[in-house]
């Protein structure tokens, strides 16, 4: 059981595993076991999107100089219905991982999600996300054809500036076509958009200079 907060997360009867103080901060992180499986384990994760449960299984074993493993996930709520798989090597103390993500239908996010990083104790994490052909299913607006990479940092998740993302239409009751957002995510959880744009009536229309705050009940947005 898991708890995701602005500024860490908390894996409950786990966290001793990382949090070691004094003389043993010192030694190497190991395995308590040469191999530790889970066959069948409920999953749920606390986020400020709402709860997320399902099902998570496979095995994390000790290996010449380190660690090797693979996990299994099947999970909904939180806006996501999901299956997906996470490869971990290297050592326990800076972990590298390899995880995918596909959404299964019934909710908001179609596509693939597939990233790729390095866990770095109390520096946090360092990860590439690829997004693949992802649609985004909102009250206002469909997104479809969405294609990334996105360099994410955390916790709290950020990211540097100057991301980029395109995506082939945004219906918001009228198709708009062929657009690309430059961008960053901040700590504080809002979104400074560089500049955004999109193809409209042989023309274009852009943003610039815009911040997006996701717990605003309103949004002032101006379109040049």
């Known amino acids: 059981q898991a708890s995701l907060r602005d500024d860490f997360l908390s894996t409950g009867a786990l966290d001793p595993l990382w949090k070691r103080e004094g003389e043993a901060s010192a030694a190497p992180l190991l ?12 999953l749920r994760i606390e986020t400020p999107q709402g709860v997320a449960s399902g ?20 999970v909904s709520g939180a806006g996501v219905r999901a299956k997906g798989r996470l490869a971990i090597a290297g ?11 596909e959404p299964t239908g019934g909710g908001p996010l179609t596509g693939k999600l597939a990233a790729r990083g ?19 299913t909102l009250e ?8 990334g990479a996105i360099q994410l ?14 995506f082939a239409v945004a219906d918001v009751g009228v198709p ?3 657009g690309l957002v ?14 955004g744009s999109l193809a409209f009536a042989d023309g274009e229309l852009f943003v610039e200079g815009m911040k997006i705050d996701p717990r605003a009940k309103h949004q002032p947005v101006t379109l040049r």
Not at 32 to 37: K, L
Not at 140 to 147: E, L, Q, R, S
């Open 31 to 42: 395995l308590p076991a040469r191999e530790i499986a889970i066959e069948d384990a409920t």
């Open 153 to 166: 940092r955390g916790p709290p998740l950020h990211t540097p500036k100057g991301q980029h993302v395109s």
């Open 118 to 136: 390095q866990w770095k104790g109390k520096d946090g994490f360092a990860a590439d996300l690829a997004l693949r052909d992802v649609s985004v």
């Open 176 to 178: 708009l076509t062929d």
């Open 182 to 195: 430059s961008f960053a995510l901040h700590k504080d959880g809002t979104v400074a958009v560089e500049r």
């Open 91 to 101: 050592s326990l103390d800076a972990p590298r991982f390899d995880a995918s993500l």
């Open 55 to 74: 099902s998570l299984g496979g095995a994390l074993r000790e290996v010449e100089n380190g660690i090797d493993g693979a996990f299994a996930l099947d």
């Open 140 to 147: 206002a607006a469909k997104v479809t054809g969405v294609h």
